[in-house]
């Protein structure tokens, strides 16, 4: 799967990124992973209320970020969308071998979805315009969004809070949420220890159409920003992203507005790297001011970029280790 078609598939798709900073503990069984019995009403991110008569067990998920959320909160789903991508590029919140296959994030297998006896179906605001009334007439359906640049972290939050309340596991919501703010808190504490607070940092990721490279500058709103920010670091990006997922656009001959600041990225071995292949032998690449003095710094792969806060945990972990490199 391209990137291209990935946050341009997230907002039209997304994109992706050896082994992270750590792994999770073994998810419990649907049945064990939820608490109580009686009728469930949740309201998702449509404000739509949505009526379940117990808590789901049996869930299936489009996103990747809703995935995660299961998975985090020990409910192992039982359909998700294309797997092979998920097991690629999230390494905080693995799948066991029971998941089936739905097909694609934008458009799931309505035939699939109906043969798996789900009690929920979670889907994000970027599914594709008629899916998710088709699959609303099927099973219940409850609507995450994919992100939300005003505020990236409490949206984050809100995606995990409705599927823990849909799922009986607010318990465990609460305990990650928590986690992750004592990560954020040590993390910070890591970075003033190593002098850097305030430092400016540019991180990206990239790909290639027709030998060209397209660079997605990740600015304030996006999410892993929002983290970074958290950290007591502050983005050297000054244009505006979208307004969900806090992404932009440039090319190389754009980098040349910045300065001498650390310049962190993603890339992925599956996907290629464009910043050591295709840009190898670009002489603007070669002078920019970041590339002269060593300040280029790849992240590991496999760290989900819109995922919840075990995948923002690892980058917390790996922009530590960028500033220790």
């Known amino acids: 799967m391209r990137i291209t078609r990935l946050v341009l598939g997230l907002s039209a798709a997304a994109t992706f990124f050896v082994a992270a900073c750590g792994t999770t ?124 640049a005003k505020d990236p972290i409490n949206g984050m939050y809100a995606g995990l809070d409705v599927i823990a309340k849909a799922t009986g596991t607010e318990a465990k919501a609460a305990q990650l949420k928590a986690e992750f703010e004592q990560k954020l808190t040590a993390g910070k504490a890591e970075v003033e220890k190593l002098g850097a607070l305030g430092q400016k940092v540019a991180f990206s990721d990239a790909y290639v159409t027709s030998g060209s490279v397209s660079i997605r500058p990740f600015t304030k709103g996006a999410l892993v920003s929002a983290v970074f920010g958290k950290l007591g670091l502050e983005t050297a990006w000054t244009m505006e992203g979208d307004a969900t997922y806090g992404l932009a656009k440039a090319d190389v001959e754009g980098l040349t507005q910045l300065p001498d600041v650390r310049f962190w990225y993603l890339a992925n071995d599956a996907e290629g790297d464009p910043y050591q292949k295709e840009l190898a032998g670009n002489a603007i690449w070669q002078n920019l001011p970041f590339v002269k003095s060593g300040k280029v710094h790849r992240f590991p792969d496999s760290l989900w970029l819109f995922g919840g806060p075990k995948s923002m945990a690892q980058f917390v972990d790996a922009a530590v280790a960028a500033l220790k490199g």
């Open 25 to 148: 503990e073994e998810p419990a069984s649907n049945a064990a992973a939820t608490s109580g019995t009686g009728p469930v009403t949740v309201v998702d991110s449509r404000g739509k209320e949505v009526k379940l008569p117990g808590p789901a067990k049996r869930v299936a998920a489009t996103e990747w970020n809703a995935v995660e959320h299961l998975v985090s909160l020990g409910v192992m789903p039982v359909g998700v969308s294309d797997i092979k991508g998920y097991g690629q590029w999230v390494s905080a919140a693995p799948l066991d071998a029971t998941p089936k296959d739905i097909g694609t994030r934008g458009e799931p297998s309505l035939d699939t979805l109906g043969s798996l006896g789900l009690d929920l179906v979670v889907v994000t605001d970027s599914v594709t315009e008629g899916a998710l009334e088709q699959i609303e007439a099927k099973v219940p359906v409850v609507v995450i969004k994919g992100g939300d």
